[in-house]
Each structure stands twice: as C-alpha cells, then as structure tokens.
C-alpha cells in the first residue's frame, strides 16, 4: 500500500506522543495562591479550631497582635464595597509589588513588599489574575492599625522582573522560598525594624504569639545543631508540608501546613536545597 506523503505525515501526528498542555495564567496564579505564597494563610477567615471557612475565601481577617501594630487582612475578592472589586488587575500587581493601592496609599506589614518587589512578571500578573476570578464575598475588615511610622515608599517602581528557570535549582528554590512564599520573613531575625538578610538570613528567633501561644521561627540555615543540617530531605520537607517533626510533635502556627501540603515535590526538592546553601547563622538570644 502506497501512502501519500501528507498522509504518512497524518500518521506520525496520530501516533506521536500528545505535547504537554501549556500553564495558563489562571493555572500558575491558583497554584501559588494556594500553595508556595499561601495567600489565604492570612487572608482568609478560620474558625475557632483555625480552620478555613468554607466560601470566604480570601475575605479578610484578623491576623496577628505585635508590639508594633495589630494586623488585620484585607478583603481581596472581587466584591466592590468590602474588597478590591474595583481595582484592575494592574492595580493589584502594583499593590503586591510596590505596596502602593490606588488610591495612593501605602501597604504596610506584615505584607512582605521588600520580598514581593522581586516576583517575576509573570507570577504577579497570575496572581492577580486569579484573586480576579474568585467569587466576591462582602466581608468588612478594619484597617490595621501601626504604632510604628512606615517607610515613603519601599523603592521606585519596579521594571521587568523575568521568571526564573526551574531548571535552575537553587535560583528556583530561592526565588520560591524569597520572593513567592516569604520564607526568609518570618525566619530572619530583625534588628532595629528591619530584616537583617544581610548577617542572618534564615537564622530564625523571631517570636509570633496567637491563639495557640508562641511560636519561635526555626533556624532554616546549615547550621549543625540548631539548622536543617541534622535532618534529611525528607524529614525538612515533611514538617514544612505536614508540620510534625521526626520525633512526631506537633509543629505550631502560623506556618501555612495544609496549603505547603499541595506544593510539587520538584518545587519542595529545590527549595531545600536552596535552604542547605544558607550559610550556617545563629540567631541572637
């Protein structure tokens, strides 16, 4: 039997291997909301066992008490009246990456602007697309309220910040543990109001009280007795993703366990070992 050459052409299609589907935008933004940034972390309301409250996602909430103010998240659904239904999907990634809102006015902490002002492009415009497409809720959230003066502005604006290759392991695994989930936040000690990333970056010590009492950030650098460096891959990504050490106690709040739950495997693997390349650190007593 003789084939014409646009029929064997039909043919090899017909046989070959169906490309990989291509990440959508919405795809990329409901990822890393629900899993490396953990957006509803804070943003979304729980119940008295902490909990997520069914259909209020991203609605706002009281987050946390500190000497320096007392944080409530914002509402960011698409509702009009109590959230950010009337913001473009510009004005949000401005807000993300610059901390400024449209009206002009600042966003303070514990929003880690510092850190989002390095999220490429792509991931700011997914995320805001995605927060965009959820359903509204109308929930009032007050204002929080800061009894430490914030900065005039945390930089000029930001240019074109390109993605980072997952290829790239380390580079990936500091962008998520930086940029996207604000790892390095919460788990850098501050002196004077500031985050001192330059001498202790990822050496811990920062306390957090909340309902569940007080949590002391651990030390996430490659420190041989208070680091990671004692604990295999596995048992570093199983408290990340599950919050029980080795020895099976519980972690505490406010790591987000259950969104952590839901990162891929490649990306938890390039974050750790992003986290053995930090430079041993202790943090001050």
């Known amino acids: 039997m003789r084939v014409s050459a646009f029929g064997f052409l039909l043919l090899l ?3 070959a291997p169906a490309a990989a589907k ?3 935008l919405l795809e990329r933004g409901d990822y890393l909301v629900n899993t ?10 729980i119940d008295e066992q902490g909990r997520p409250i069914p259909g209020q996602e991203l609605a706002g909430r009281f987050v946390i008490e500190l000497p320096e103010f007392t944080a409530y998240a914002p509402n960011i659904t698409p509702d009009k009246e109590t959230g950010i239904g009337g913001w473009s999907e510009a004005e949000i990634a401005t807000a993300i990456r610059e901390g400024r809102r449209p009206d002009g006015s600042l966003v303070g902490p514990p929003m880690p602007i510092e850190l989002y002002r390095g999220m490429s492009d792509r991931d700011v415009a997914a995320i805001a697309a995605y927060v965009r497409s959820r359903p509204a809720v109308r929930n009032p959230v007050p204002k929080t309220v800061y009894r430490i003066p914030l900065p005039a502005s945390y930089g000029p604006p930001v240019g074109t910040v390109p993605d980072i290759d997952p290829a790239n392991t380390l580079a990936y695994g500091a962008y998520l543990a930086g940029p996207v989930g604000h790892c390095v936040e919460c788990h850098t000690p501050m002196i004077a109001g500031r985050f001192d990333y330059e001498n202790q970056l990822g050496a811990g010590g920062r306390e957090f009280e909340g309902p569940w009492g007080v949590t002391v950030s651990a030390n996430l650098t490659s420190h041989e007795a208070d680091g990671i460096k004692r604990y295999s891959d596995a048992e570093v990504i199983q408290m990340i993703t599950t919050g029980t050490r080795p020895d099976g106690t519980a972690m505490l709040p406010p790591m987000g366990y259950p969104y952590y739950a839901k990162i891929k495997p490649e990306d938890l693997k ?6 053995r390349s930090l430079p041993p650190k202790t943090h001050p007593e």
Not at 36 to 42: D, E, I, R
Request: with cysteine; charged share 5%.
């Open 13 to 15: 299609v017909s046989f």
């Open 22 to 24: 291509a990440e959508t």
């Open 36 to 45: 490396v940034a953990a957006c509803g972390n804070c943003h979304t309301p």
């Open 270 to 275: 390039a974050i750790v070992a992003y986290l």
